[in-house]
């Protein structure tokens, strides 16, 4: 059974920190994976999008990595602000012919001035 | 250029009634995916509409059916909603072959 897990559930850090999200999946066969971020009571914004093919990706203050072979990716924020306050979820798009998002239940993360 | 369009925000039912959902997508997108996510939960997959059809679905009951228009937008349809169904719905959009997914702000929908 494909699952993708989010450490931890939930983060509280003083602005200016950096920080590391954690998502780690069972299925090795994967086409893509997915950074989004929620705020409360919001849809999906999409931060990152790293295929198979590639080791990371970055975007600003954000960096993801992605390693197959230990099943596991980061989402890496930098200079952590009270903007960054929401909740960030991760996706994996696996192969086996499931055309669709597994997602984990997301990290809630709280920066605080 | 418009990302994916969801319609109604907010919806209140009550138990026993039906509900149709409505999303447009991201222009260049032609697959619509339909999510349910919980409170406090990731999103579930429901099912995935590509030319029309049902491609796939998810491990949700016959109550919830959907429906793709020749413009690619979608309906997502729930019957006989209990309190469960209360939820944030979510529609996606992506290319026929998925390289990344957009959402839309998702239909916040409640049963009393």
Redesign the interface.
Known sequence: KQE?TQIPAALSVPEGENLVLNCSFTDSAI??L?W?RQDP??????LL?IQSSQREQTSGRLNASLDKSSGRSTLYIAASQPGDSATY?C?G?FAGG?????????TRLAVHP | DAGVTQSPTHLIKTRGQQVTLRCSPKSGHDTVSWYQQALGQGPQFIFQYYEEEERQRGNFPDRFSGHQFPNYSSELNVNALLLGDSALYLCASSQQVPNGYTFGSGTRLTVV
């Not at chain 1, 009571?41 to 999409?46: A, E, F, H, Q, V």
């Not at chain 1, 499931?98 to 997602?103: A, G, S």
């Open positions: 993708v086409y893509n997915q989004f009571g919001k849809g999906l914004t999409s999008l979820l996706a798009h499931y055309n669709k998002l597994i997602f984990g239940a997301g």
